[in-house]
């Protein structure tokens, strides 16, 4: 009897235990969890306030519905107008821009097309008319989803292609039931643009996010990041003040490598751009292009400040060579002054571009950095033996650190084999033979 | 008279030369896009039987709505259907699913939640009603936006969320008018999971594409672009055959852009990939995301072959050194062996993932091409003063191919001031103060 209490207890305590446990858990998930939308939310406040907007924007849609004389003018064509709202919502105005336009358009010329095909099928009698109509949805469905392969129409157009087959389908298959089409394809037409309509208030005129701006910022941003790289450098390898301590924890080490993955970004950026209208400092022909020859500029740097990092992380492993110390001396001195000048021309250019002023022609640090490359070059070309040594040294260097990667790749395909369960060869070949043996 | 014929004459022989060189215009420009269509369906035929999928799914859609019996059970929620797969039919199996199952999943949750509200918002009165379901739409459109920026629903659940705020307020405000609100509901739900149902079956049984066979052929076609280039480095440039011609227009000297730029690609195969169910040599449990790890690997490795081409441009027109053959024979070689054995061990790495089997633990190649790197090393130790002076060279030269690489940067922000019609700085300071003197 007392066992069974005490068993009861424990079983009891145990329980309690886990409830416990289970409640902490749950406690901290949450905890986590808020800790984590409020820094979504600090690391970009416009979050917020774009949430806000969508909000807004479909309370604001969804009066027409409750209002009832407005109601009487749309009828049920009002839900349309919800939709479009939910679908065209983009963060940036340019996103608003391009999926509103596009939809608007877009359904414009299927619903005349479709009304036309309409027309068409009806003039083949009762029976044919399905026939008619489902060989035309065939069609031009399959045609306008072929046009979705072409790339220009990928990048621009993607979205009205879609709402094109959309309205069309939709237009046509329901023309065979209802009676009034025209009139059913006006009503939609203007629900859907006073979707559009709304949509583009509340992104243009309530804190507005431009994307033209994001991708100015994000190029000054990325020329910054090359400077803090190149700054880096320059203080702890080859300033006075270098230590000689390991550098493989440093955070300029790792700066450039967000550069490296800005394309994508960057190209929707870019898109996006070119549907605003003028806006601050920026025209409606501003030169969008432009910024993303930049980005892949800048983009070639970060992959070459790559294979520098991978070498300056070991340069104050092994210290400076002591044989020849004059040589190094002048060495260091000119690799100084190159990423010194070099990061200032950096800094300089992205002020430039912030502050939307011409960058000075004579840009007095990127002339000093050429010329301490150009006299670097020039000073070891004297002992023609050394340059040429070190061009081919700098090819084995860049080799063997390429035989370093592609053998960190080695062990990466050996784990998805595990991982995957790759089929062993040798149990086909010489296993088999072995097994017959024995 | 005659004058005036002449004139009359001229005037019709440009009319005409005109007309012909519009219409020459238009032949040309219809046979190029013609060409363009036709490359882009012979690159991958398998968009060509994408579309016509798409045109198959829409019309197979469509006869739900034509048949009178089947158009008695849905009605005009028919149409749903018909939107449903227009939205929802993807390129890949992956995306299809993706999109479905988000969308039918969505639907689901967002019309049972939109249920509800309408019970609670009936109760409040007749003029409460409208104002209460404003309120509820306007909180859970602005919550389920706010959660699209959490980076792990971004990526996977973006789709599903527009679904759910689309569905919730479509139900939401359509129940103020609506009288048999489950009823619209459940038909709408229906024709969803039908829409979804014909997307699949089309996509998966008829010429389906796999995201994770593309995904698994380009990790393996990745591998063999870097293998590409290494063959041609050897062969052109420490091979016996070198010619020592420039190397510029060569093409493996580019093979590996397309890695760099795979990112983009690769992450959305992936994502797709998990959607998937297990098909061919794959199980739904794949390890689809080591993929990604041995992307970014491979990208590491094309941003040093783009610091290597550079060199490897310059070390023909420069030739080799002369002063010191003997140490130069054996760097060449050196070279040699690390890139031709490099190249064979990723030759081996691709046919093993091709194939599935597991890659040879010893992998003869690799250790080749690790013992030649570590023989350079050890060669060159023995003259300490070399190696140190080599290790400092190489980041000599890195910093100055930087310094170019910055020097375009600079062009091609003066480029985008001049385009941008940036403003002039020297106005407002120095040219002031000149104008002022005179």
């Known amino acids: 009897m007392e066992v069974q209490m005490e068993n009861n207890s424990g079983f009891a305590a145990s329980c309690r235990q886990r409830l416990c446990s289970a409640l902490d858990w749950l406690r901290c998930t949450a905890v986590g969890f808020a800790g984590k939308l409020a820094r979504i939310a600090r690391d970009d406040p416009r979050r917020v ?3 806000l907007k969508v909000g807004l924007a479909l309370t604001l849609v969804s009066v027409l519905y409750y209002v009832t004389p407005l109601f009487r003018g749309f009828g049920v064509s009002t839900l349309w107008a919800v939709l479009t709202v939910v679908v065209v919502m983009e963060y940036t105005v340019g996103g608003t821009l391009s999926k509103g336009l596009n939809r608007a358009f877009a359904t414009l010329v299927a619903g005349f097309i479709a009304v036309v095909a309409h027309l068409v099928a009806n003039s083949c009698g009762e029976k044919g008319e399905p026939i008619v109509l489902s060989v035309f949805v065939f069609l031009l469905a399959s045609a ?6 072409i790339p220009e129409v990928k990048a621009r157009y993607d979205y009205g292609v879609t709402i094109f087959i959309l309205t069309f389908s939709l237009v046509a298959v329901s023309s065979y039931r209802v009676e009034e089409l025209i009139r059913l394809a006006h009503q939609r037409f203007s629900t859907i643009v006073i979707g559009v309509f709304i949509c583009l208030c509340t992104t243009i005129f309530i804190f507005p996010v431009w994307a033209g701006e994001d991708l100015h910022k994000l ?9 803090e790289f190149l700054e880096g450098i320059e203080s702890e390898c080859f300033g006075e003040n270098a230590t000689g301590e390991s550098l493989e924890s440093k955070a300029f080490l790792h700066v450039y490598k967000s550069v490296l993955n800005s394309k994508a970004t960057e190209d929707s950026l870019c898109n996006f751009a070119k549907w605003e209208p003028g806006h601050g400092k920026f025209s409606f022909r501003h030169p969008w292009s432009q910024y993303q020859k930049l980005g892949t500029l800048c983009r070639q740097c970060a992959s ?12 104050t492993k092994s210290q400076y060579p002591e044989a020849n110390p004059e040589l190094c001396l002048k060495v260091r001195t000119a690799c100084g002054e190159m990423s010194l000048h070099s990061a200032k021309a950096l800094r300089e250019l992205s002020s430039a571009i912030r502050t939307m002023t011409i960058p000075s022609p004579t840009n007095n640090h990127m002339s000093a950095a050429i010329k301490a490359a150009k006299g670097l070059r020039n000073e070891l070309s004297e002992d023609a033996d050394l340059m040429q040594v070190m061009h081919v040294a700098v090819i084995a260097s860049l080799l063997s650190e390429l035989v370093t990667k592609i053998k960190k790749i080695t062990e990466s395909v050996d784990n998805l084999a ?3 369960c790759f089929k062993n060869p040798e149990k086909t070949q010489k296993d088999v033979a072995i097994d017959i043996k024995s």
Do not use: P
């Not at 306008?144 to 392969?149: D, E, G, L, Q």
């Open 219 to 227: 190029a000054a941003g990325n020329l910054d990041k090359l400077a």
């Open 144 to 149: 306008a989803t072929f046009s979705r392969f």
């Open 418 to 420: 595990q991982l995957a």
């Open 304 to 315: 070459s400040m790559e294979a520098l990092a991978s070498y300056v992380i070991t340069l």
């Open 49 to 51: 306030a774009h949430s």
